[in-house]
């Protein structure tokens, strides 16, 4: 086995130019949308601002984190190691959410 056939093995999938021009497009759009959506009073005063702002940034950060922190391309284990972790902090903040939410009624 030569050194270049052991150097292909291990190279991975990364996006391209036109991928990451996509993304950052992308990205753009929603962060104009969430700063958009804030300067309409009635959709501030609803109960659907906080939610759609969440889900927003939540699309952002997958998007960033897939694709610009290449997780997207890493081995399985990469993922499952930020992956479990993201989860248990997630249902910390809603079991705090949940226990505290008569302080902030």
């Given amino acids: 086995m030569s050194s270049n056939s052991a150097h292909s093995e291990e190279a991975h999938e990364h996006p391209t130019w036109s991928t990451y021009k996509w993304i950052a497009l992308w990205l753009t759009l929603i962060t104009v949308v969430e700063v958009w959506a804030y300067y309409i009073p009635a959709f501030v005063a609803s109960n659907y601002f906080v939610p759609a702002l969440l889900i ?13 922190m290449h997780l997207k391309y890493d081995h399985a284990l990469f993922r499952k190691l930020f992956v479990g972790p993201l ?7 809603f079991a705090l959410m949940f226990v505290f939410r008569k302080m902030f009624q």
């Fill in 87 to 93: 989860i248990i902090a997630i249902a910390t903040f």
């Fill in 56 to 68: 927003m940034s939540a699309v952002k950060f997958t998007v960033v984190v897939m694709y610009y």
